[in-house]
């Protein structure tokens, strides 16, 4: 049967993925390889896929928990006949379903929410609205309201809305009873704190290293209808992904991912937790706390946004971020375990 293979492979990887990228590569042999005339038998693969478009990965690639669909498994003969290697295969029409449950992840676009009885309206092109991107949510201390008293800006996270991400570094010596959180920056619709989950490898001692915690809001005071999560990235942005975030002034900012050796050569490390992105020279700075939202690159259309980073510091047009895809598992296991409780 025919059918056509979308096999992925990185060309830009992070040190802790060089077992991964070598099996790649070996992969990648074995689909190449050429079936030997003299043995038919040898070579090859085993196994049918329909006619839609797959993207197939060596089994244990972590990537493959993105995917809510179940994978069909094919097995790969090497020419010499001394390998059979397994891979497992997703159709590409379910990209969408990556990380939730359908409703996270969407900008919204029309329809705004009013504010202070006022309907909304851009003042500049590149102006962001309450409710626009419907995660956003800013951290206060109690009673020190106002744009230029937040703490760090924050992004909801599962599907029940009552978790916030945010830097750990923001929090540092402060308890659930000392911060609110507001979705409006309005010191008049705050929502209060029940718990604060500090990363277990976060030390204060150590600024910005694993520097991610989550804000759980009160059950008594739900956060508004229309807030709802971001979706979370469970691997990096590919180099050169067109990312966007958001500055302490609600103004959008295109920025880009570098290579990895780029972000190196600010002491940006990824054995630390953090990833960077460029922006353009003297443009807006991201507000501490945002999220770098990132779409799927293999399906630019859809407007679902990735949380791929948490903004931490920016020096010279290059921002610092903490590495979402590494805190995947814990956030996760957090939010089932928050949900339970």
């Known amino acids: 049967m025919k059918f056509w293979l979308l096999l992925i492979l990185a060309a830009f990887i992070y040190a802790e ?25 040898c070579g090859g693969i085993e196994g049918e896929l329909d006619d839609n478009c797959y993207e197939c990965y060596i089994c244990e690639d972590e990537r493959l928990k993105t995917y809510k ?18 891979v497992c295969c997703v159709p590409q029409e379910n990209l969408s379903t990556r990380s939730g449950d359908g409703t996270c992840g969407k900008k919204k676009t029309e329809n705004f929410i009013s504010v202070h009885g006022k309907t909304q309206s851009k003042s500049t092109v590149r102006s962001v609205l309450i409710e626009e991107y419907p995660w956003r949510a800013w951290i206060y201390r109690k009673e020190q309201y106002g744009d230029d008293k937040v ?18 570094s923001c929090l540092q010596g402060l308890t659930s009873d000392d911060v609110v959180v507001s979705f409006f920056k309005d010191k008049n619709d705050v929502t ?16 910005h290293e694993h520097d991610i915690a ?39 900012i295109s920025t880009v991912v570098p290579l990895p050796k780029k972000c190196e050569s600010f002491n940006i490390r990824s054995a630390l937790g953090q990833i960077c992105s460029v922006s353009p020279l003297n443009d807006y700075v991201p507000q501490k706390g945002e999220a770098l939202l990132c779409q799927d690159e293999l399906r630019q259309t859809d407007d679902i946004y990735f949380a791929a980073g948490i903004a931490l510091t920016t ?4 921002t610092t971020y903490t590495a979402v895809y590494q805190y995947y598992d814990w956030i996760i296991d957090k939010l089932n375990e928050i949900a339970t409780t």
């Open 151 to 168: 703490l760090c800006a924050g992004t909801v996270v599962g599907e029940r809305s009552e978790v916030v991400m945010t830097p750990a």
């Open 315 to 318: 020096k010279e047009s290059v």
């Open 17 to 41: 993925d060089i077992r991964i990228r070598q099996a790649e590569v070996k992969l990648e042999a074995l689909f190449t390889e050429e079936i030997p005339k003299d043995n038919p038998n």
């Open 69 to 86: 669909s179940e994978a069909k498994q094919l097995k790969l003969k090497s020419a010499d006949c001394k390998t059979v290697s397994t």
């Open 214 to 252: 989550l804000v759980v809001l009160s059950r008594s005071q739900r956060a508004p209808s229309w807030t709802s999560p971001v979706c979370l990235s469970a691997t990096p942005p590919l180099p050169a992904t067109t990312c966007v975030t958001i500055s302490d002034n609600n103004s959008y």
């Open 192 to 207: 209060d704190v029940r718990s604060i989950i500090n990363h277990p490898s976060y030390t204060p001692s150590k600024k």
